[in-house]
């Protein structure tokens, strides 16, 4: 029987907090009123936003150097569902979930359909995986994508890569999913080993007829990666290379920008800015890094960076979040997989929070004056502005946690799945 965590259990365990909450949130309601801004309008926004959990990061993850699973992982795709109630439960906001196949490969998609549906869970984008060789996606390891997929010089392998998205599609429109990511880990890992335009061609090629198989009412994104596990050249390593990429594939390719998928000091928020400013910016796989695809906890590393991410989103969206894909994509080697995506989604709510009170009329004037000083300055009254009981007041509007991790823990929720599932079965994905 599922481990649930109920709206009332909830209530019940944070009751020794609500007195202080609303304390904290009139004291900060009468300090935002005095700069103008009326916080129901921002809590309204915060409890709107939804970031789907990827499926694929449930379980513990690890390196080349070791994995230390805990214990009480998902055996199943049901089971992740389960979790991932467990986390909307406390969070108010991921309300979808992002699939990976064939990490997930459900025999019956209507019956998974209708389970999420059960728990209050939709499908996001669908990930295909041609950077591994499993047999249901190798022909039965007729071909292998050790040498590349979409970009192989061996049309046997392209076609099998092509066969793939195509039935990740399928299985996406069954569960109700209305788009794809490809990130594909082809390239190059020795000087002279491939010709980058022939490869290149190759994979616009490859996506073209992706986008030809999509669905009238999907999109596709294509996701750019620097490197690994192509450590001398990626087909797709950067935003320009993914535009090039989405703009060849069709109209309704974008481009999806992981976090972590950026060379050291890369400006993110400009790319951000420039692939919406051309309409192809198709959504995110948040999370954060210090030196390469680190997948850590979202704005754990550079808050700023993620509070002008925001921004450039809300400056895109006409002063609210615009409506593209936003998804987590993260590997817990040390937190409890459930503790890190609350504190992921989190960090969200609150950098949404702090966006939403950036007096933008203020900031393009200081920008038209050529006033650095005072651009930083509007900046920072709204990023150094506690927003927390903003977030809390959020949540409880949708019947969430105020204080989620303590929550999840004073519920007992790891402890409770572990005993129904045991220590033995590490979960599927990275
Ligand atoms: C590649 C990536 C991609 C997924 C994988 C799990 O690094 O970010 O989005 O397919 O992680
Ligand atoms: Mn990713």
Request: aromatic share 6%; proline share 5%.
């Amino acid at each position: 029987m599922a481990v649930r965590i109920t709206p009332e259990q909830i209530v019940d365990v944070e009751a020794d907090l609500l007195a202080d909450h609303e304390r904290d949130l009139a004291a900060l309601a009468e300090q935002l009123d005095r700069r103008g801004v009326v916080i129901d309008d921002i809590v309204e926004q915060i409890a709107r936003f939804s970031v789907a959990a990827p499926s694929w990061a449930l379980g513990t993850g690890g390196t080349r150097f070791g994995r230390f699973p805990r214990g009480g992982e998902p055996r199943s795709t049901e089971e992740k569902l389960d979790d991932i109630a467990a986390l909307n439960a406390v969070t108010g906001a991921n309300r979808t979930v992002s699939l990976h196949v064939p990490w997930d490969d459900p025999r019956d998609p209507a019956a998974l359909r209708s389970y999420a549906a059960d728990v209050g869970l939709g499908f996001d984008a669908m990930n295909s995986n041609t950077f591994q060789d499993n047999a249901s996606t190798t022909a039965g390891g007729e071909i292998s994508y050790k040498f590349g997929s979409l970009a192989h010089t061996d049309p046997d392998v392209r076609k099998q890569a092509l066969e793939h998205n195509r039935a990740v599609i399928e299985l996406g429109v069954q569960l109700g999913s209305t788009a794809i990511t490809v990130w594909l880990a082809d390239g190059m890992n020795h000087p002279g080993q491939a010709n980058f335009r022939r490869q290149f061609e190759r994979v616009a090629e490859g996506l073209h007829e992706i986008h030809e198989a999509l669905p009238r009412d999907w999109e596709m994104y294509v996701e750019h990666k620097p490197y690994e596990p192509s450590f001398y050249a990626s087909t797709n390593p950067d935003w320009g290379s993914s535009l090039l990429l989405a703009q060849h594939a069709g109209e309704r390719a974008k481009c999806l920008v992981d976090l972590g998928h950026h060379l050291p000091n890369t400006n993110i928020e400009q790319v951000v800015s420039r692939l919406a400013m051309v309409g192809r910016l198709g959504g995110f796989h948040f999370n954060d890094s210090k030196y390469g695809d680190d997948d850590l906890t979202v704005g754990s590393i550079h808050p700023y960076q993620l509070f002008l991410v925001v921004l450039e989103l809300i400056e895109h969206g006409g002063g609210g979040m615009p409506d593209v894909r936003y998804m987590i994509d993260a590997s817990h080697n040390l937190k409890d997989p459930l503790e890190d995506l609350v504190q992921s989604t989190d960090q969200l709510q609150h950098a949404i929070a702090q966006g939403l009170l950036v007096d933008r009329c203020a900031l393009s004037e200081a920008q038209e004056r050529n006033d650095p000083a005072l651009a930083a300055d509007v900046l920072q009254a709204a990023y150094r502005t506690d927003v927390r009981p903003l977030v809390a007041e959020a949540r409880r509007r949708n019947a969430a946690a105020l204080n989620p991790l303590m929550t999840i823990r004073r519920l007992g929720y790891r402890s409770a799945v572990r005993a129904e599932r045991g220590d033995g079965t590490p979960a599927s994905g990275l």
